[in-house]
């Protein structure tokens, strides 16, 4: 059996009732999607693989995939990875964690992760708002958009996860929109394959609260702005920061070869133990 209907029969839990339980119009089917086929793209074997997630939207994802998977705590995604990656190095490790969860209380983890090189790949499902407890302001909301608590204005500039990642030491980032799924699918494709600690920003539509607070529409509309608004890096390259103000930059980010930890610690047991 070849094409969609194999991919659903090997990766999806035939005993989870579908559909999902997200909202219509919401992109982490899209990307539950572009993972399944990315993974089935590399080769992986299923049992090689462990899918982790925190709380959040995306937190349901892992429920829904016949993978090794762990639903751990608000934040701690990339806690729970590393010490899988520790413990089995020859396990691919992969974190999917919401825009909340992996840069606000799991800032401090993200960015130490990717000082270390960790041998994991993070994909980040980024609506820029806590999707799942109310529509509250999160660190990648606008500023001065309104929401669920900050209903006059939110005061505090975003973070730009992918710029983020990238000053902490990550080797490989790239971002895209689930409006973009087949390019979705590739990033995820290379940064599986890929050693080191690798980032995938994905841009998804919250219809139910960022859409409410923002004005931003229904869910066409909003996967028509990520179509209109989304500039691949290599024209980004040559438009000036006024042409880009409001744009989504995509593409592969950064992709640098750099030593990973476990290589690293190899390295320095092989030296002790010829002392």
Avoid at 16 to 35: D, S
Avoid at 80 to 90: V, Y
Avoid at 202 to 231: E, L
């Amino acid at each position: 059996m070849t094409g969609p209907e194999h991919l659903i029969h090997r990766y999806l839990r035939s005993s989870k009732r579908f559909p999902h339980v997200w909202c219509a119009g919401c992109g982490i089917g899209i990307l539950l999607g572009a993972l399944v086929r990315a993974i089935d793209s590399n080769g992986c074997s299923k049992d090689d693989i462990v899918l982790i997630s925190g709380i959040g939207c995306s937190g349901r994802l892992p429920v829904y995939l016949d993978l090794n998977t762990l639903h751990t705590t608000h934040g701690r995604a990339l806690t729970f990875a590393t010490g899988i990656k520790l413990a089995k190095p020859r396990l691919k490790v992969i974190a999917v964690m919401g825009d909340g969860d992996a840069s606000s209380i799991g800032g401090n983890h993200l960015i130490h992760s990717a000082r270390r090189n960790i041998d994991i790949t993070a994909i980040i499902i980024n609506n820029q708002i806590y999707g799942m407890t109310g529509g509250q302001s999160s660190p990648t909301t606008p500023f001065g958009m309104r929401t669920a608590s900050s209903p006059f204005g939110h005061l505090e500039h975003p973070f730009d996860i992918s710029k983020l990642v990238e000053a902490a030491g990550a080797p490989f980032v790239a971002r895209s929109t689930v409006y973009h799924a087949r390019v979705l699918e590739k990033l995820i494709s290379k940064a599986i394959a890929r050693s080191g600690f690798s980032v995938v920003e994905v841009m998804s539509p919250c219809v139910t609260h960022f859409g409410k607070w923002s004005g931003a529409g229904s869910a066409v509309q909003m996967m028509q702005w990520q179509k209109d608004n989304a500039v691949p890096v290599e024209r980004a390259r040559g438009m000036s920061a006024e042409d880009l103000a409001g744009k989504v930059v995509t593409g592969i980010l950064v992709d640098i070869e750099k030593p990973t930890f476990h290589e690293e610690h190899d390295r320095i047991s092989r030296e002790m133990k010829r002392q």
